[in-house]
């Protein structure tokens, strides 16, 4: 069995994929064989702009990432935020142009791995296979959940909902173990993904606070009532198809 | 085009409110932004807009001209409504 290092690219892969499918060692010993290229990222730099045609998948390591676009007045839409495991450009392998660009919303760290090693570990895999197509739909999932929002929450909910979201996935990876975590982005940047103003975020929080819901100090922002945030978010963390859910 | 006010006040931590006509028409609501929002305080955002073109949340924008300035605009391309 190939040992690697907990907080390693490869471990991190694993530590993702096994929050939503079983691996057995085999799995990952050809995880842990994945040919890497480190690579790190300023805060907002591009790590694949929208148009390019990717030879590689980029498996972020540490820091936030976020799928994103700009219309045509310059506005931007964040279509979904990435942890540390996720493979944000999975789909690069399939569809050769990006539709979309991959931003950091903090200083980032990813591990590029080629196309070919990924082609050649979904052929000799067929477990690891079937969990980079299940991480893939519930990809869609995470969209569908974010449609509704966009489409029918209200700002309350959308925000509140976020936060859930956000504590479930970093809980399932194990990257925090209380409700309390650094807030990884700026309010400008929840209201691109939500489809608000800065100003409707700013007002919204302070509300969430007002009714004890959360507190923030700095940039860290603490969960004070799971439930009452769940219920103001009307968050069901079943479109996440978690193993466990942490919460 | 001439846009006239109408000061109101407003539910919520933002009290300062300016209703903006154009003649007897609504056109938007306009809001001063107060001290929670810290650097744009005093600012004035577009709480709504009932212009095909414009976008309810656009701004802030530090005067309240520059703020009618982008209300005239939305009109400008939404002569439909004129």
Not at chain 1, 34 to 42: Q, T
Not at chain 1, 57 to 86: A, N, T, W
Request: aromatic share 6%; glycine share 8%.
């Amino acid at each position: 069995m190939t040992t690697i290092a907990e907080d390693s690219p490869h471990a991190r892969l694993i530590r993702k994929l096994e929050t939503i499918t079983v691996l057995n060692r085999d799995d990952r010993d050809a995880i842990a064989a994945l040919p890497l290229r480190a690579k790190s990222f300023e805060e907002n730099q591009d790590l694949v702009r929208q148009g390019d045609r990717p030879s590689e998948c980029c498996l972020l390591v540490e820091g936030f990432v976020c799928r994103y676009k700009v219309l045509g007045e310059g506005q931007r839409q964040i279509m979904s935020f990435h942890l540390p495991g996720d493979i944000p450009d999975l789909q690069s392998l399939h569809l050769k142009v990006m539709d979309h660009g991959l931003g950091a919303l903090t200083p980032v760290t990813v591990a590029f791995i080629p196309h070919e090693a990924m082609e050649e570990i979904t052929r000799s895999r067929p477990t690891i296979a079937a969990a980079f197509w299940r991480d893939t739909l519930i990809d869609a999932a995470v969209f569908r959940e974010w449609l509704a929002g966009v489409g029918r929450r209200s700002a309350h909910q959308r925000i509140a909902h976020l936060i859930c979201e956000l504590c479930t996935r970093l809980k399932a990876l194990g990257l925090i173990d209380n409700p309390s975590f650094q807030l990884m982005v700026t309010q400008a940047e929840v209201a691109d993904a939500l489809g608000l103003s800065s100003v409707h975020v700013n007002r919204v929080l302070q509300d969430l606070r007002r009714d004890g819901l959360i507190a923030i100090q700095g940039r860290v922002l603490k969960i004070l009532d799971w439930e009452g945030l769940k219920e103001a978010g009307d968050f069901d963390s079943e479109y996440l198809h978690l193993r466990h859910d942490p919460s | 085009m001439r846009l006239t006010l109408r000061p109101v006040e407003l539910i919520g931590p933002d009290r300062e409110g300016r209703l903006v006509f154009l003649e007897e028409r609504l056109v938007a609501v306009l809001s001063k932004l107060g001290e929670l929002h810290e650097d744009a305080t005093g600012h004035w955002f577009l709480e709504a807009s009932f212009t095909p073109t414009s976008r309810s949340g656009a701004g802030p924008f530090a005067t309240l001209e520059d703020a009618l300035a982008a209300i005239g605009t939305g009109l400008n391309a939404s002569p439909g409504i004129r």
